[in-house]
């Protein structure tokens, strides 16, 4: 197992709500966990992934998700056992999108 942290600050979008889980490892291998949470503005994101080695990935991964969320003040916690990067994404989308204000529609 390989745990990745990733931290984006200067997002302006935040959350409303109670922390939402989407997905189960056991069915689609990957289930995520957002959350508010106080950070002065930003988003952390820790990743626990049975596929060792694709820091790079994961990288360009989170940096795309938050490029079009741009979440603040926003934890989000995932149990990875070797999902795809396009489920990774769907599964982030799904998460944030059951946490959003109605007004702020989907990403920017």
Known sequence: ????????DGGDRSLAGMPQLVGVVGSGNLEV????APLKGACEIEVRTAAV???AT???????FHA???LADARISINDMGATPAVVSLRLDQAVESLLPPASGGPA
């Open 53 to 55: 080695g694709f820091g």
């Open 58 to 64: 994961w990288q360009a991964v989170m940096a795309d």
């Open 33 to 36: 966990l957002v959350e508010p």
């Open 68 to 70: 079009r969320w741009r």
């Open 1 to 8: 197992m390989e745990t990745l942290n990733y931290r984006f």
